[in-house]
């Protein structure tokens, strides 16, 4: 189906993803943890970080979640607390979730806010009784002026052909030097 139909309503919606206060702890150990959160309207967060790096599924997951479902970058990195959902007709279907990437500065050798890769990450919103979701693309916000269009762009266009675990997710417009390189994986 394609979900930017002519005569289809897609609005954005926006909350607050607050590990603090809105999540329950469903799993921790000495290195991270993974947290359940509230999402948008029944769509819940499923937040994971472990060693420094964030992985973060939409909505309601699918059995395949449970054998080891990791969506992240190789460098360190942490997520703004402001979650953009696409919602067509009522239904959220993607996110649109801004990434901090970690990288060295080259006159400290330490993580900068100059070195700092800042990557919109556009993610699938997994439907009750398919629990397909995933990432589908990235637009890097310190290259593209215009990244919060192309990201909702990407995330109208890609819902209709996707396919979660076997497309692979791609970087829409300029790619810089700090945009970071995705790592994922889907269990055994």
Partial sequence: PCFAA??????????????????????????????????YRGY???????????SIFYGFAGEWYGEGAWESF??????????????YDGVPRATILRWFIDHPDPETGSPSEKTRGQVLVVSRVAQPGNGQGCIMAYVDARENPDANILAREAADSLLATFRCRI???????????YAGFPSHSFGP
């Fill in 44 to 54: 819940g967060i499923l937040f994971s970080e472990y060693d420094l790096r964030t």
């Fill in 167 to 177: 497309d692979e997710p791609t970087y829409v417009g300029d790619k810089g030097r």
């Fill in 74 to 87: 190789q460098s360190f990195n942490a997520v703004n607390d402001t979650v953009e959902w696409r919602v």
């Fill in 6 to 39: 002519h005569g289809q309503t897609i609005v954005s919606e926006y909350t607050k993803l607050d590990v603090g206060d809105a999540c329950t702890v469903f799993e921790s150990n000495e290195v991270g943890a993974s947290f359940a959160c509230n999402g």
